[in-house]
């Protein structure tokens, strides 16, 4: 049987665990949109622990390209038999930066009646940095490697034309 140190010592775990990953847990009451966030979603979302975090500047925060489609994926989970949902989408902190937001989820049910939603959000801005990195870096790779080789086909095309013509 657990003790209440064992669980103080299990709880402060966790919590360590979670702050070195950046995973932040939130839960929205659907009926009345109260929305309660862990201080790692709160810093996720918005960049600030110190404030509150409402429904209205969950959205507020959103990148207004994003908030129609983040919007949208909400409606579908809570229509969906499954209810559960991903997706990523775009956040402007409180200092102007712009980070990128992953989060995972699932709509709870009383009696096929959706109450509640829960889920995680996990900062993955420097993962899509160094995707769209990769992605710039294959997109010049690929327009270099591209140029000696259309020289290389107009020479062997000059070529081909001159021996039909003299042969």
Known sequence: MLTDQDLSV?????????SQVKLG???????????????????NISGSSH?????????????IDDRDRVLEAVREAIASETG??????????????L???????TVLY????????IGTTLDITDK???ELLKDELLSVATHEL????????GYLQILHRFIQSTG
């Not at 299990?10 to 979670?18: F, G, Q, T, W």
């Not at 559960?84 to 930066?97: P, W």
């Not at 009383?110 to 939603?117: D, F, T």
Request: hydrophobic residues 40%; contains cysteine; aromatic residues 14%.
């Open 10 to 18: 299990s709880k402060e775990h966790l919590h360590i665990a979670l």
């Open 25 to 43: 847990f939130w839960e929205l009451e659907l009926d009345n949109l109260q929305l309660n966030c862990t201080v790692q979603c709160k810093l």
């Open 51 to 63: 404030e509150g975090l409402s429904y209205d500047d969950w959205l507020e925060a959103i990148f």
């Open 84 to 97: 559960g949902f991903y997706f990523q989408y775009r956040v402007k902190h409180t200092d102007g930066s």
């Open 99 to 105: 980070h990128w937001i992953e989060a995972n989820g």
């Open 110 to 117: 009383k009696v096929n009646v959706p109450y509640r939603m």
């Open 128 to 130: 899509k940095d160094l």
């Open 146 to 153: 591209k140029t000696p080789v259309s020289a290389v086909k």
